[in-house]
T-cell receptor
C-alpha cells in the first residue's frame, strides 16, 4: 500500500521569504502522480501543483515549485515570496497512474503554514 | 469555484436522524468520490464511483449509504450516525482520462452529530 508522510505538522515563514514543505512517500509503482493541495480556512481543497513521476523536470507554477527526487521518494514544495494568502494547510498526495480516471488519492497528514507579516 | 458544489455546507443532526449530503459537479467528469476529513487525521477515502458504478468502498460502516444516480450527482445518505462521525465530508470528481488525472474537490460539508 502507498503511504505519504509529512513530517512537519507546522511551519511558519516571514512574508516575502521562501519556505519549503517536506513530503516523502512509499510505493512500488513506477507510474504515478504527486500533488500538493492547499486547504485554506474555507476548507476547500485547492490544487497547487502536480508532478508526473515519468517527468524528470520539476514542476513549477508561478511562486510554487517542487523538488522531485524519485529515487529518494521525496517531493518537497517550495513557496517563494510568501504572501499572507498562502496561509493554509498543505497536503501532499499520491495517486497511482492508470488509463482510468478513478484512481484514489492518498494524502499525508498535512503541514499548517503560517505567514508572519 | 472549482465546479464541484456540495450542499448543505453545514449540517447538525441527531443520532436517530436521517439526512443526506449532496454533491454536483459541472466539469463533465466521470468519476466521483467521497472523502472524510477528521481532526488530525489524513483524509480518508470512503467511496469511489466511476460512470455511476461503485468501484471502491473503503470499509465504510453501513450507516453511510452512497448513491450516484448519474455521473454529475453523488449523494451520501446518513442514518443512525455516531458522534465520532462528526467531520468534514469532501466530495471530489475527476475525468476518465486526461488532465493529468487531477481530482477536483468541493468545499465540503461540515457534519456535526449530537
Amino acid at each position: 500500500a502507498q503511504t505519504v508522510t509529512q513530517s512537519q505538522p507546522e511551519m511558519s515563514v516571514q512574508e516575502a521569504e521562501t519556505v519549503t514543505l517536506s513530503c516523502t512517500y512509499d510505493t512500488s509503482e513506477s507510474d504515478y502522480y504527486l500533488f500538493w493541495y492547499k486547504q485554506p480556512p474555507s476548507r476547500q481543497m485547492i490544487l497547487v501543483i502536480r508532478q508526473e513521476a515519468y517527468k524528470q523536470q520539476n514542476a513549477t507554477e508561478n511562486r510554487f515549485s517542487v523538488n522531485f527526487q524519485k529515487a529518494a521518494k521525496s517531493f518537497s514544495l517550495k513557496i517563494s515570496d510568501s504572501q499572507l494568502g498562502d496561509a493554509a494547510m498543505y497536503f501532499c498526495a499520491y495517486r497511482r497512474g492508470s488509463n482510468f480516471g478513478n484512481e484514489k488519492l492518498t494524502f499525508g497528514t498535512g503541514t499548517r503554514l503560517t505567514i508572519i507579516p | 469555484e472549482t465546479g464541484v458544489t456540495q450542499t448543505p455546507r453545514h449540517l447538525v443532526m441527531g443520532m436517530t436522524n436521517k439526512k443526506s449530503l449532496k454533491c454536483e459537479q459541472h466539469l463533465g467528469h466521470n468519476a466521483m468520490y467521497w472523502y472524510k476529513q477528521s481532526a488530525k487525521k489524513p483524509l480518508e477515502l470512503m467511496f469511489v464511483y466511476n460512470f455511476k458504478e461503485q468501484t471502491e468502498n473503503n470499509s465504510v460502516p453501513s450507516r453511510f449509504s452512497p448513491e450516484c444516480p448519474n455521473s454529475s450527482h453523488l449523494f451520501l445518505h446518513l442514518h443512525t450516525l455516531q458522534p465520532e462521525d462528526s467531520a468534514l465530508y469532501l466530495c471530489a470528481s475527476s475525468p476518465q482520462q486526461g488532465t493529468g488525472n487531477t481530482i477536483y474537490f468541493g468545499e465540503g460539508s461540515w457534519l456535526t452529530v449530537v
